[in-house]
């Protein structure tokens, strides 16, 4: 590869290193300055004083000089954006223009020098976050990370996502083979040539560690990997059914049963309620077969204590990988007839955890001459490290995510005998395979993955699991064999190879419902809400996925006995044309967030632990109340996705306002909820309000639970607790509001007078002693940290690479969903990780913002160039056609083929 320079730019410092060291302006020039004076200064002084001078200047000479060094390091990866550069194996110039906040549209010819470019740009922009994650989903982060690495590095192995991802590349079309192989193309024409150093500063530290290392080049595998992961961080209930085993080990059935209730199908519109599938299969059996509540046999001491470890072992995943609970998105679309354009609207905002860079970057790509040679028009966004647009738009259609949320993983309790495994009576052969995970800085550690009939044994993997393997006991009335012992075993959707990248491509090429419609057929892990709107002004929702049938012993709420086989899976999935769809509803919206898709009445299970619908009754009562008022906007559409109402506070403050309380300083903060409106702004009005109402809740939260469970089941005070204590409110003399710590026996008053007037010392340490003063950004801060080095615990490198508080509204449970953790604290632990609003009539209408910034390099101006607007709720039109990203073009840079 060679790097030239158009004439336009020929005067300009090379971006990627900034000023020369030793031209006027540069370190080592700003450094020759300041000794060559200081040391004329020095001459004048006596003999004893300069000798003392004389060592001051060397000290502060080793900072500066240590200071330019570092900003030259720090610096020297930031990419080239202007100018030209030569990589072998394009078939035209590409062009890559930038705005002003560096988002790349690229231009080309062909569908394959669309793909390169989009790879040359990711890894210009975020190499090092593709890095970790192919490292991540190969189990070899302790490659670069050592020791600490290892037990992720097991489970993922275990698991297997590189060795899924290799089986699928033989199963897609060639056409996603050949713009997966171009992407990778792009990328390695970035790497030619390149030291670490020029490619991301994490590298430049890890080498400063000890760390030898030049990263190997990016393959198709190493895209479609990245998807398991996406898929591992929304795969569902598996959380849930180890928490319903372990609370019962606490406090027993019957009351545990009262910490997960119904979900309310009565209460919370679903996402279809009209649709060919939906008034079909309603008057079908509605059960065919498949039993909802089949009974369910109680586990033993010591298999609780199994999957508690399992749990545990769970948690100490990365959590950029993903927890798989607390998070979800919102979407919703509109009938052009009821906005003002006449056209439709789509909005979505998927939630996710928060990371630094965030999970997407922006980007469209453009083929200069629309065709069947080159069919792509696209822009969105994009995942570093996986060609195409993910959510977006091309010049026909336009959609948007949510997670699905099925049941697709479940655990199975296994009976173990040396290398066998025991089923409906007999001993079948595990398979049985060595890993080795090198480990930097230290020994290769050896692991031995086991592989029965429901997957992988993932109760091996980690030394803190070791007594499952102690573990002697069955069910009931169950004979383990002699000598053997207890594994849980993990069947997961997304571990068997699939389509979702044909799925990806056919999205961005869609051109209508029926096209959109055959591309997510596709879209198999993660289970996904498909909203969808088009030029023509149809809207529509699609729901695909690969869900598992499963056999009448297994309703997937809890663990299941693996040796019987009536808790099998059936070896079918739920049909892609029976999940429900719809297209132009009566109704004139689809609202998705994450709540049941369909009522009860549907054939097939897909789970009962849905979210329970706080955020999509709110979306869709807002969105009423302004069709109301006449037709609605995309200002309209952004004010939605910035509601802040908290939905249990209605039920909550009328109980604590009943509550006395002395006058004065203890009643301070109560006063402000008697006028409050029950929203969360981070600032100005109602914000005291909403800061004294959560630190309430989880002062509440704490007095009601902890007493009685253990800290690894504390009450986050997400929806599934809203509802558990608005049951409780209606039995103030149920045992929960009890603490059975002390002698006397509380009621729900007393408990609500405690969590009340503990709060009210809590914000008088936290913020001040006047109530009036106190604001909920105040306690509930965004900050945004590497996921790796970011947590290094050195000071200098964690200050490098991390931006930390911004003070946010929002909360748990509501449609600015910037959820936080009752149980750990105030501040930010999943967010809305973009938002847009999609205008099919007129694309250059469109807004969108990123929590982050398109760059994963620190020193770049685009590392968090978003995040200040998107705290503010604001956001930034998203150009499509090619006048208006060519008047919004900041920086070209020119891709084009050696001569």
Known sequence: MTDTTSSASAQQPDPATGPSPAAPGGPAGAVAAFVVGTWRGFRSLPLPMRLTAYVALGLVLLLVLATATTTVLVRRPLPQTAGSVEIAGLDGEVEVLRDEHGIAQVYADTMGDLARGQGYVHAQDRFFEMDVRRHATAGRLAELFGEEAVESDAYVRTMGWRRVAEKEVALLTPDTRAFLEAYADGVNAYLDDRGTSSISVEYTVLRLGGLDYQPEDWTPVDSLAWLKAMAWDLRGNMGDEIDRVLSADAVGTERAAELFPAYPYDEVTPIVTQGAVVDQVYEQDAERGQTRLPLRPGF????????????DGMERMPAWLGRGEGIGSNSWVVSGELTESGDPLLANDPHLGTSLPGVWTQMGLHCRDVGPQCPLDVSGFTFSGVPGVIIGHNADVAWGFTNLGPDVADLFVERVSGEDVLRDGELRPLRIREEVIRVQGGEDVRITVRTGSHGPLV???????AEVADVASGRLGTIVPEGGEAAVALQWTALQPGTTADAILALNLATDWDSFRAAAADFEAPAQNLVYADTEGHIGYQAPGRIPIRKSGNDGTVPSAGWLPENDWTGSVVPYDALPSVLDP???????ANQAVVGPGYPYFLTDDW?????SERIRDLLTERLAAGPVDADDMLEVQLDTRNPMAPVLVPHLLDVP???????????LLGDWDFSQPAEGEHSAAAAYYNVVWANLLDLVFDDELPADLAADGGQRWMAVVTDLLDEPD???????VTEEVETRDDTLARAMTEARDELVRRQARDAESWTWGHLH??????ATLGESGIGPVEALLNRDDWGVGGGSAIVDATSWDAAEGYAVTAAPSMRLVTSPGDWDASRWINLTGVSGHPASSHYTDQTDLW????????????DAVEAATEDRLVLQPPD
């Open 586 to 592: 009566d109704e004139g919206f689809v609202v998705t």
């Open 781 to 786: 801060r965004l900050d945004l940290r590497s």
């Open 871 to 882: 705290a503010a709720g604001e956001t930034l039109p998203w150009r499509f056609s090619d």
């Open 661 to 671: 309380l002395d006058g004065g300083y203890a009643d301070d903060g109560q006063e």
């Open 734 to 740: 149920d045992p929960w509001w009890d603490d059975v």
């Open 300 to 311: 033993e001491a010591d298999q609780r204590a199994a999957l508690r470890d399992l749990r």
């Open 459 to 465: 109760s091996d993997v980690a030394e803190q699991l």
């Open 611 to 615: 979210d329970r619908g706080a955020r």
